[in-house]
């Protein structure tokens, strides 16, 4: 017998005993005709609770699903099953709270300093992103804004400070780590193929999904055509979602600049970011760019719940699309809070007017 297929057994003994135990303790008259047996525990199911919050239940975390139905059933609440939520739906019901602060801290820069050479880039700067939000970075020319970047997407190893991320401390990575830590970004310098087409180049972003390796390629086909085929699915759909289905067999070399900023979006969603980085996407634009990427930005948000740090000059931009701003400053860390409070920094005025405050 099988290892696995003993531990399969022995998990089916345990299920059976767990049910037996909870329909013992489950009074008689309140138990009802269950609308999903648990015998079919492929399904996830959603359960309505009275506060008609959608709590999502894990198929095979069924001991705990059916300790939790019973325990409604037992309250007398109705149970109403719900057909399996799509992906954008699950992160829209379970949405953080509007309000940036409420919402559960997704990393945080604790007392950064980095240093290149003689040069310090970022001095003792702490700020955290919040689940779901548009934090916007902003700070003149020089300020460390795109250093930050590096530092928080693990490209740069700050001297000082620690990084946390998704609730634990995150030491140096390897390359094949940051590429997998499910952070994506766009460069200030836009960085595409450009004799590839856009199709190609938004493909690229695909890699770190790929795990059939040039080996498996070669003696197993099937499994490498059926993942290559999963990739272009997600492929088409954000150039569907991106609107640029007219240039997808266009080198990205001849396109407009901001259809080109606009692949390069498209190759950093094709990661499936949880939290995606964007330095200066709006750099270079015309008003009717701009408005268009602000729109991107908001709907990738919106719709796929995406965490978002973005680096704009635009002040317009930054304080209609932002949740929060942090505001560098020769490297320190000069104003922090929501566009509304930043506006009326001092610190900042100063910053940006170059004046010297008394
Ligand atoms: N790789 C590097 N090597 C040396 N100095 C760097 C490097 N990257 C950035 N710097 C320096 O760090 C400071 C911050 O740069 P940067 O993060 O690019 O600022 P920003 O993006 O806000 O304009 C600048 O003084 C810059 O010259
Ligand atoms: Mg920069």
Known sequence: MSSEWSRQIALEVALAAERNRRDAAVSEPLRKPRPNPVQTP??????????EKTVAV???????????EAELEAQGVE????????????????????DPENRPVLMEMRN??????????????SFDIRQGEIRAIIGPNGAGKSSMLNVINGFYHPQEGEIWFKGSKRGPMRPHQIAQQGIARTFQNIALFKGMSTLDNIMTGRFTHMKQGIFSQ???????????NENREIVEKIIDFLEIQHIRKKPVGSLPYGLQKRVELGRALAAEPGLLL??????????????DMSRFILDVNDEFGTTIALIEHDMGVVMDISDRVVVLDYGRKIGDGTPDEVRVNEDVIDAYLGVAHE
Not at 79 to 98: I, N, Y
Not at 218 to 228: L, N, P
């Open 42 to 51: 492929a399904e996830p199911k959603s359960v309505i609770v009275p506060s």
């Open 58 to 68: 894990r198929a095979e975390d069924v001991t705990a699903k059916d300790l939790f």
């Open 79 to 98: 149970l109403t099953h719900l057909p399996e939520p799509t992906p954008g739906e699950t992160e829209k019901e379970t949405a953080p709270d509007a």
């Open 112 to 125: 950064i300093t980095l240093r290149f050479g003689g040069v310090t880039a970022i001095r003792d700067i």
């Open 218 to 228: 070669a003696v197993w086909a099937g499994a490498a055509e059926r993942e290559e």
């Open 278 to 291: 964007l330095d200066e996407p709006m750099a270079g634009m015309n008003i009717e760019e701009k408005e």
